[in-house]
Protein backbone atom coordinates (compact mmCIF):
# COMPACT_ATOMS: atom_id res chain seq x y z
CA UNK A 1 0.00 0.00 0.00
CA UNK A 2 0.64 3.56 -0.70
CA UNK A 3 3.18 4.64 1.97
CA UNK A 4 1.10 7.96 2.56
CA UNK A 5 -1.55 5.37 3.41
CA UNK A 6 0.30 4.02 6.57
CA UNK A 7 1.06 7.55 7.30
CA UNK A 8 -2.28 8.68 7.59
CA UNK A 9 -3.47 5.55 9.29
CA UNK A 10 -0.54 5.99 11.84
CA UNK A 11 -1.61 9.60 12.38
CA UNK A 12 -5.26 8.28 13.09
CA UNK A 13 -4.35 5.86 15.46
CA UNK A 14 -1.76 7.49 17.52
CA UNK A 15 -3.12 10.86 17.54
CA UNK A 16 -6.47 11.23 16.97
CA UNK A 17 -7.11 7.47 19.07
CA UNK A 18 -9.58 6.33 16.73
CA UNK A 19 -10.97 3.00 17.15
CA UNK A 20 -8.99 -0.31 15.58
CA UNK A 21 -12.62 -1.01 13.45
CA UNK A 22 -12.86 2.75 11.94
CA UNK A 23 -8.94 2.26 10.97
CA UNK A 24 -9.60 -0.89 9.30
CA UNK A 25 -12.33 0.97 7.97
CA UNK A 26 -10.34 3.16 6.76
CA UNK A 27 -7.68 1.29 5.09
CA UNK A 28 -9.79 -1.20 3.07
CA UNK A 29 -11.27 2.20 1.82
CA UNK A 30 -8.15 3.60 0.99
CA UNK A 31 -6.58 0.12 -0.05
CA UNK A 32 -9.52 0.53 -2.88
CA UNK A 33 -8.50 3.50 -4.00
CA UNK A 34 -4.64 3.18 -4.14
CA UNK A 35 -5.70 0.16 -6.11
CA UNK A 36 -7.61 1.76 -8.47
CA UNK A 37 -5.08 4.52 -8.70
CA UNK A 38 -2.20 2.04 -9.89
CA UNK A 39 -4.41 -0.39 -11.93
CA UNK A 40 -6.57 2.22 -14.23
CA UNK A 41 -4.99 5.76 -13.46
CA UNK A 42 -1.28 4.89 -13.20
CA UNK A 43 -0.50 7.11 -11.09
CA UNK A 44 0.34 7.21 -7.38
CA UNK A 45 -0.98 9.47 -4.54
CA UNK A 46 1.22 12.31 -4.74
CA UNK A 47 0.18 12.70 -8.46
CA UNK A 48 -2.92 12.37 -7.94
CA UNK A 49 -6.06 14.54 -9.20
CA UNK A 50 -9.74 15.55 -8.42
CA UNK A 51 -10.55 13.86 -11.27
CA UNK A 52 -9.10 10.70 -10.29
CA UNK A 53 -10.96 10.66 -7.24
CA UNK A 54 -14.25 11.30 -9.37
CA UNK A 55 -13.25 8.30 -11.47
CA UNK A 56 -12.89 6.52 -8.19
CA UNK A 57 -16.20 7.15 -7.10
CA UNK A 58 -17.94 6.81 -10.73
CA UNK A 59 -15.74 3.13 -10.73
CA UNK A 60 -16.92 1.97 -7.48
CA UNK A 61 -21.04 3.05 -8.30
CA UNK A 62 -20.57 0.73 -11.16
CA UNK A 63 -19.30 -1.86 -9.08
CA UNK A 64 -22.48 -1.83 -7.21
CA UNK A 65 -21.84 -0.38 -4.62
CA UNK A 66 -24.47 1.28 -2.13
CA UNK A 67 -24.63 5.21 -2.15
CA UNK A 68 -23.54 4.82 1.66
CA UNK A 69 -20.35 2.63 0.75
CA UNK A 70 -19.42 5.32 -1.90
CA UNK A 71 -19.76 8.56 0.44
CA UNK A 72 -18.03 6.61 3.32
CA UNK A 73 -15.01 6.49 1.03
CA UNK A 74 -15.11 9.94 -0.09
CA UNK A 75 -15.26 11.16 3.44
CA UNK A 76 -11.98 8.97 3.91
CA UNK A 77 -10.36 10.74 1.22
CA UNK A 78 -11.37 14.19 2.08
CA UNK A 79 -9.61 13.06 5.42
CA UNK A 80 -6.35 11.43 3.55
CA UNK A 81 -5.73 14.32 1.91
CA UNK A 82 -6.50 16.49 3.96
CA UNK A 83 -3.56 15.24 6.58
CA UNK A 84 -1.25 14.91 3.14
CA UNK A 85 -1.63 18.55 2.66
CA UNK A 86 -1.32 20.04 6.08
CA UNK A 87 1.91 17.87 6.25
CA UNK A 88 3.16 19.26 2.83
CA UNK A 89 3.48 15.68 1.47
CA UNK A 90 1.20 17.18 -1.24
CA UNK A 91 0.68 20.68 -3.13
CA UNK A 92 -3.05 21.44 -2.42
CA UNK A 93 -5.87 19.31 -1.05
CA UNK A 94 -7.30 17.79 -4.48
CA UNK A 95 -10.24 16.70 -2.91
CA UNK A 96 -11.69 20.20 -1.95
CA UNK A 97 -14.95 20.77 -3.83
CA UNK A 98 -16.12 17.03 -4.90
CA UNK A 99 -19.85 16.93 -4.03
CA UNK A 100 -20.58 13.88 -2.20
CA UNK A 101 -23.46 11.65 -3.37
CA UNK A 102 -26.74 12.33 -1.33
CA UNK A 103 -27.57 10.37 1.67
CA UNK A 104 -30.54 8.66 2.62
CA UNK A 105 -30.90 8.50 6.12
CA UNK A 106 -32.52 5.28 6.40
CA UNK A 107 -34.60 4.92 9.11
CA UNK A 108 -33.07 2.12 11.25
CA UNK A 109 -34.41 -1.39 11.99
CA UNK A 110 -36.38 -1.47 15.35
CA UNK A 111 -37.44 -4.48 17.45
CA UNK A 112 -41.19 -3.36 19.41
CA UNK A 113 -41.41 -4.16 22.89
CA UNK A 114 -43.01 -7.38 22.23
CA UNK A 115 -39.74 -8.76 20.22
CA UNK A 116 -37.80 -7.29 22.52
CA UNK A 117 -39.11 -9.32 25.85
CA UNK A 118 -39.11 -12.55 23.55
CA UNK A 119 -35.23 -12.27 22.29
CA UNK A 120 -34.31 -11.48 25.88
CA UNK A 121 -36.33 -14.03 27.16
CA UNK A 122 -35.07 -16.49 24.79
CA UNK A 123 -31.61 -17.77 26.58
CA UNK A 124 -32.10 -20.38 28.78
CA UNK A 125 -31.33 -19.87 32.41
CA UNK A 126 -31.21 -23.39 33.73
CA UNK A 127 -27.75 -23.32 31.58
CA UNK A 128 -24.48 -21.23 32.58
CA UNK A 129 -24.17 -19.69 28.84
CA UNK A 130 -28.31 -18.62 29.10
CA UNK A 131 -27.39 -16.77 32.28
CA UNK A 132 -24.81 -15.05 30.29
CA UNK A 133 -26.43 -14.44 27.59
CA UNK A 134 -30.07 -12.88 28.89
CA UNK A 135 -27.07 -10.51 31.14
CA UNK A 136 -25.92 -9.62 28.03
CA UNK A 137 -28.74 -9.16 25.95
CA UNK A 138 -30.16 -7.35 28.98
CA UNK A 139 -27.41 -4.99 29.37
CA UNK A 140 -27.68 -3.86 25.66
CA UNK A 141 -31.18 -3.11 25.44
CA UNK A 142 -30.97 -1.11 28.74
CA UNK A 143 -27.70 0.98 27.78
CA UNK A 144 -28.02 0.96 23.94
CA UNK A 145 -24.15 0.40 24.06
CA UNK A 146 -22.53 -0.87 20.62
CA UNK A 147 -21.79 -4.57 20.45
CA UNK A 148 -17.94 -3.79 21.02
CA UNK A 149 -18.78 -1.19 23.86
CA UNK A 150 -20.52 -4.28 25.54
CA UNK A 151 -17.49 -6.94 24.72
CA UNK A 152 -14.97 -4.24 26.05
CA UNK A 153 -16.46 -3.92 29.10
CA UNK A 154 -14.30 -4.81 32.62
CA UNK A 155 -15.58 -5.31 35.87
CA UNK A 156 -14.27 -2.42 37.09
CA UNK A 157 -16.68 -0.49 34.36
CA UNK A 158 -19.47 -1.66 36.29
CA UNK A 159 -21.26 -0.43 39.19
CA UNK A 160 -24.33 -2.31 40.14
CA UNK A 161 -24.44 -0.31 43.97
CA UNK A 162 -25.74 2.88 41.62
CA UNK A 163 -26.72 1.41 38.92
CA UNK A 164 -24.64 2.75 36.20
CA UNK A 165 -22.07 1.29 33.89
CA UNK A 166 -18.78 3.26 32.20
CA UNK A 167 -18.76 2.78 28.94
CA UNK A 168 -15.62 3.56 26.54
CA UNK A 169 -16.78 4.56 23.08
CA UNK A 170 -15.85 5.77 19.48
CA UNK A 171 -12.46 7.95 19.98
CA UNK A 172 -12.34 6.60 23.36
CA UNK A 173 -14.83 8.88 24.78
CA UNK A 174 -15.81 7.98 28.16
CA UNK A 175 -19.82 8.00 29.37
CA UNK A 176 -21.54 6.91 32.38
CA UNK A 177 -25.54 4.98 31.48
CA UNK A 178 -28.03 3.69 33.86
CA UNK A 179 -28.21 0.37 33.69
CA UNK A 180 -31.84 -0.15 35.15
CA UNK A 181 -33.40 -3.15 37.73
CA UNK A 182 -33.87 -5.64 35.38
CA UNK A 183 -30.13 -5.51 33.95
CA UNK A 184 -29.02 -5.14 37.45
CA UNK A 185 -30.84 -8.29 38.90
CA UNK A 186 -29.50 -9.97 35.52
CA UNK A 187 -25.55 -9.32 35.65
CA UNK A 188 -26.13 -9.87 39.28
CA UNK A 189 -26.78 -13.97 38.71
CA UNK A 190 -24.42 -13.82 36.16
CA UNK A 191 -21.36 -12.84 38.05
CA UNK A 192 -22.69 -14.68 40.89
CA UNK A 193 -23.29 -17.92 38.99
CA UNK A 194 -21.61 -18.28 36.37
CA UNK A 195 -18.69 -15.90 35.77
CA UNK A 196 -16.76 -17.19 38.41
CA UNK A 197 -16.70 -20.85 36.58
CA UNK A 198 -15.64 -19.41 33.14
CA UNK A 199 -12.85 -16.56 34.69
CA UNK A 200 -9.04 -17.43 34.60
CA UNK A 201 -6.61 -16.38 36.99
CA UNK A 202 -6.64 -12.14 36.56
CA UNK A 203 -9.78 -12.07 33.77
CA UNK A 204 -10.85 -8.43 33.99
CA UNK A 205 -14.01 -8.42 31.17
CA UNK A 206 -16.86 -8.68 32.47
CA UNK A 207 -18.17 -11.08 29.72
CA UNK A 208 -16.59 -14.03 29.06
CA UNK A 209 -16.51 -16.92 26.97
CA UNK A 210 -16.13 -20.61 27.29
CA UNK A 211 -12.42 -20.56 27.16
CA UNK A 212 -12.37 -17.40 29.66
CA UNK A 213 -11.58 -14.92 27.55
CA UNK A 214 -13.35 -11.51 26.74
CA UNK A 215 -16.27 -12.55 24.37
CA UNK A 216 -16.04 -11.07 20.77
CA UNK A 217 -17.99 -8.41 19.25
CA UNK A 218 -18.51 -11.47 16.24
CA UNK A 219 -19.47 -13.79 18.92
CA UNK A 220 -22.09 -11.39 20.40
CA UNK A 221 -23.18 -10.80 17.04
CA UNK A 222 -24.22 -14.48 16.65
CA UNK A 223 -25.34 -15.04 19.66
CA UNK A 224 -28.14 -12.02 18.73
CA UNK A 225 -28.98 -13.33 15.65
CA UNK A 226 -29.31 -17.33 17.08
CA UNK A 227 -32.14 -15.92 19.36
CA UNK A 228 -34.06 -13.65 17.44
CA UNK A 229 -34.31 -16.93 15.35
CA UNK A 230 -35.21 -19.14 18.44
CA UNK A 231 -38.04 -15.91 19.31
CA UNK A 232 -38.70 -16.33 15.78
CA UNK A 233 -38.62 -12.75 14.96
CA UNK A 234 -38.55 -12.02 11.15
CA UNK A 235 -37.22 -8.61 10.82
CA UNK A 236 -33.78 -7.93 9.48
CA UNK A 237 -31.43 -8.76 12.62
CA UNK A 238 -28.06 -6.24 12.58
CA UNK A 239 -25.56 -6.25 15.37
CA UNK A 240 -27.23 -2.63 16.01
CA UNK A 241 -30.82 -3.98 16.62
CA UNK A 242 -30.77 -3.73 20.40
CA UNK A 243 -29.16 -0.05 20.45
CA UNK A 244 -31.45 1.49 17.68
CA UNK A 245 -34.30 -0.31 19.73
CA UNK A 246 -33.23 1.44 22.85
CA UNK A 247 -32.76 4.84 21.82
CA UNK A 248 -36.30 4.62 19.58
CA UNK A 249 -38.45 3.49 22.77
CA UNK A 250 -37.02 6.38 25.17
CA UNK A 251 -37.91 9.04 22.77
CA UNK A 252 -41.35 7.29 21.98
CA UNK A 253 -41.95 7.86 25.77
CA UNK A 254 -40.96 11.29 26.18
CA UNK A 255 -37.42 11.06 26.76
CA UNK A 256 -35.21 14.52 25.56
CA UNK A 257 -33.26 13.84 22.60
CA UNK A 258 -29.59 15.43 24.46
CA UNK A 259 -30.17 12.93 26.86
CA UNK A 260 -30.69 9.97 24.58
CA UNK A 261 -27.63 11.63 22.75
CA UNK A 262 -25.35 11.02 25.94
CA UNK A 263 -26.00 7.87 26.24
CA UNK A 264 -25.83 6.66 22.99
CA UNK A 265 -22.32 8.98 23.05
CA UNK A 266 -23.11 10.62 19.74
CA UNK A 267 -21.15 14.02 19.18
CA UNK A 268 -23.35 15.23 16.79
CA UNK A 269 -27.57 15.39 17.31
CA UNK A 270 -27.98 14.83 14.25
CA UNK A 271 -26.93 11.22 13.93
CA UNK A 272 -29.51 10.71 17.14
CA UNK A 273 -32.52 12.90 15.24
CA UNK A 274 -32.53 9.38 13.38
CA UNK A 275 -34.65 7.77 16.03
CA UNK A 276 -37.18 10.69 16.29
CA UNK A 277 -39.41 8.54 13.74
CA UNK A 278 -42.02 6.93 15.70
CA UNK A 279 -44.21 3.75 15.98
CA UNK A 280 -47.31 4.43 13.48
CA UNK A 281 -49.69 2.52 15.86
CA UNK A 282 -48.29 4.64 18.82
CA UNK A 283 -48.66 7.98 16.02
CA UNK A 284 -52.30 6.70 14.95
CA UNK A 285 -52.86 6.70 19.55
CA UNK A 286 -52.25 10.06 19.72
CA UNK A 287 -53.66 11.61 16.85
CA UNK A 288 -57.09 9.87 18.14
CA UNK A 289 -56.74 11.23 21.59
CA UNK A 290 -55.47 14.54 20.98
CA UNK A 291 -57.28 15.45 17.87
CA UNK A 292 -60.87 17.24 17.85
CA UNK A 293 -61.79 14.50 15.21
CA UNK A 294 -59.39 11.79 16.17
Not at 50 to 65: A, T, V
Request: aromatic residues 8%; proline residues 3%; contains cysteine.
Amino acid sequence: MDKHVELFLDYLSVERGLSKNTILAYRSDLKDYTGFLEAVSKKSVSASSREDIRDFMLHQKDKGLCVNSISRALAALRMFYRFLAREKLIKSDVSSYIDSPKLWKKIPDVLNLDEVERLIEAPDLNTPQGVRDRAILEVMYATGMRVSEVAGLRLTDLNADVGFVRCLGKGKKERIVPLGTKAVASVARYLEKVRPRLAKSGAQELFLNRSGRRISRVSLWKLIKRYARKARIKKPIRPHILRHSFATHLLERGADLRSVQEMLGHANISTTQIYTHVNKDWLRSIHKTYHPRG
